[in-house]
């Protein structure tokens, strides 16, 4: 057994166990209960965790940068945008206008209209200059934020609970109408993104090298786009924004691997945010009692991390 082998099976060892301690501690005597709920929250920090450790990963190699992750290039913002601008619109008739389902699908759809139109208007159209379609997308995150804050100041107070709920990730507000919708829509998105693993071995060698070697590579970044703007749909439609959580565990991934190969990456990058997001939620349940949501946690560690990780490539 090589020694990647052993990490990955370490890794799988305390997913398994941080998924038992979660599951079955302090079951009490409405154990039934407990575990009907339980394990619709595994599943769901399953799902996320699959799609924030491949979309972290996947956009990094393909960006060249280890400090940038799918949030920047405003997927997330163009979630927040649609959700205020349906609750400015239809205020507390929104649920009867668009049901868990329907809205679920107006935003994936969203974020990969979003994805297609920068990259075949910027990137096709600037001499294929990745850099330039991050920092478009990165001006187009801030400008939808800065138009969903002033959305948001138009609603009225009473209406402003409904959009309140989807602005922050939260493991405690599943919405687990959509839940069996996204295990159907990930199994077939993240097979077919696997199956471009060694494309993404490739791609990190830089644009030039796999062009020389061969890649495709203007479609192999539209699929890889596509495949992310996917996964971040589901798992903020699931949850809300993750903010920094990508950013912390595809970089643990780096440093424990210390490997190219995405094969190993990936699936290491998934294991982490599983044990993290797990781990973390249990010492929120059991030990805070909820007065902090775990989501603001994740994105203080990974701001202190995201300004280290600036300050080194200063340095460099």
Not at 83 to 94: A, W
Not at 228 to 241: E, K, Q, R
Request: proline share 2%; net charge positive; glycine share 6%.
């Amino acid at each position: 057994m090589t020694q990647h082998s052993k990490k990955i099976l370490g890794l799988c060892v305390l997913a398994l166990l941080s998924f038992l301690l979660y599951l079955f501690f302090g079951l009490g005597n409405n154990w039934q209960f407990s575990l009907e709920l339980r394990t619709t929250k595994l599943i769901a920090i399953f799902i996320v965790a699959t799609c924030v450790g491949y979309s972290s990963v996947s956009f990094q190699t393909i960006t060249n940068n280890k400090i940038l992750t799918p949030s920047v290039m405003g997927f997330e913002a163009v979630y927040l945008l649609l959700q205020s601008i349906l609750v400015f619109i239809f205020s507390d008739q929104t649920f009867k206008v668009l049901n868990s389902f329907q809205n679920f699908g107006v935003s994936i759809l969203c974020m990969i209209g979003f994805s297609i139109l920068i990259y075949s208007l910027i990137y096709k159209k600037t001499k294929n200059n990745l850099y330039l379609l991050v920092l478009v997308g990165l001006v187009f995150g801030m400008v939808m934020n800065s138009f969903s804050s002033f959305i948001q100041l138009l609603i009225d107070p009473n209406d402003f609970f409904i959009l309140q709920g989807k602005m922050f990730a939260s493991f405690n507000k599943i919405n687990r109408e959509i839940l069996w919708y996204t295990i159907i829509i990930i199994i077939p998105t993240i097979t077919f993104g696997f199956s471009l693993n060694k494309k993404l071995d490739i791609i990190s060698l830089g644009k030039e090298n796999a062009i020389s070697l061969g890649i495709d590579y203007n479609k192999i970044v539209r699929y890889i786009l596509i495949i992310i703007a996917i996964l971040v749909a589901l798992s903020t439609a699931l949850i809300g924004p993750v903010g920094f959580l990508g950013l912390l565990t595809a970089n643990l991934s780096y440093v424990l691997m210390k490997t190219y190969r995405h094969k190993l990456l990936l699936v290491a990058s998934c294991l982490i945010s599983f044990i993290v997001i797990v781990i973390g939620q249990f010492v929120m349940e059991h030990f805070l009692n909820l007065k902090t949501p775990l989501s603001t946690i994740i994105n203080f560690i990974g701001g202190i991390y995201f300004m280290v990780l600036i300050l080194k490539s200063k340095r460099l």
